[in-house]
């Protein structure tokens, strides 16, 4: 099993500066933790320092911890936080029932809680939950999978789909049964001959794909884009081309996918595209709204996610050169 990658480097303050830094330091001196559980890719490092720059621009004290997927490293990153005098938490748990203990203590302590890009199943103390919905996210891909026309060639015959993802993530699993609910109500027909488990590397879902043998397969369906493109550099080293099989994420948001898109490679018809400094700040608004407004905040707060293809590619992402 090859060693998780080295988490990317925190961005300059200049490269993630908030859209809330302003003079109004309208949360001077308010210590706030953020607890997230991955930041082992360019979006998660940018939504997560979206929130704490937002916040730091707004004069907060910020702690940031990442306990890299694992639940009892991040209760006593919590446990530090709330030793440390927090007064507002902005929470990402690795899965539903992650981290209650604690996070019933930080409800005890009179803590409000944030959760983004994900959720959890304690709900006292929570303001909102901010995230995507990750059902309509598979369906919306599903939807621009069968617009571009990718299951017409098998002629009403099943297209045989290999999974590979991190298999225990719920919000994988919503992904992926969102995207196959729109292939059962338009009566596509499809067969999944494997899944893969790839825990959202690169490298383990390449070397997951290319121990795969002895099935044919038409589609690889994946939940994230590093198990996408996994996927990819074991089909390109196998000699296979798009058009032998097509590579389908659910969700994308960085400058490798987006001129894949551009330059029209063929392996991606089309990804939904969600941008991490949306989440961030969107987060952080709700917040101040909780402070500052007596408008109801919803149990919910979704971020819209559309599908970005070839055609729309140069409108949802700013191009380094």
Do not use: H
């Amino acid at each position: 099993e090859p060693a998780a990658p080295a988490a990317p480097a925190e961005p300059a303050p200049e490269q993630a500066s908030g859209e809330y830094a302003s003079d109004f330091m309208l949360l001077e001196g308010v210590k706030i933790g953020v607890s997230t559980n991955y930041l082992a890719d360019e979006f998660c490092v940018k939504m997560n320092y979206s929130i704490v720059n937002n916040l730091r621009g707004l004069g907060a004290d910020v702690t940031i911890a990442d306990s890299q997927q694992d639940a009892e490293v991040q209760t006593k990153q919590i446990e530090a936080m709330l030793a440390d005098g927090i007064q507002y938490l902005f929470a990402n748990t690795p899965s539903m029932d992650a981290c209650v203990g604690i996070l019933e203590k930080v409800n005890q302590a009179g803590i409000p809680i944030i959760y983004f890009d994900g959720d959890n199943t304690w709900n006292d103390g929570v303001i909102t939950r901010i995230g995507r919905d990750w059902t309509d996210v598979g369906q919306t891909q599903a939807r621009g999978v069968i617009a571009a026309g990718v299951f017409d060639k098998f002629g009403g015959q099943p297209a045989r789909v290999v999974e590979i993802y991190a298999l225990a993530a719920e919000r994988n699993q919503e992904l992926i049964n969102g995207f196959y609910s729109v292939l059962q109500e338009q009566g596509i027909p499809y067969e999944v001959v494997g899944q893969l488990d790839s825990n959202n590397y690169r490298e383990t879902a390449a070397n997951a794909l290319a121990n795969f043998g002895g099935v044919e397969y038409d589609l690889v369906i994946s939940a994230d884009i590093n198990s996408a493109w996994g996927a990819v550099s074991t089909l390109e080293a196998q000699g296979k081309t798009p058009d032998d099989v097509k590579v389908i994420p659910m969700a994308a948001w960085d400058e490798e996918t987006a001129l894949a898109l551009k330059e029209n490679k063929g392996w991606f018809p089309c990804v939904t595209w969600s941008s991490p400094e949306r989440c961030g700040a969107l987060a952080v608004r709700v917040l101040l709204t909780s402070m500052y407004s007596e408008a109801e905040i919803p149990r919910q707060t979704i971020v819209q996610v559309p599908v970005a293809n070839q055609q729309n590619i140069d409108s949802l992402w700013e191009f380094s050169s």
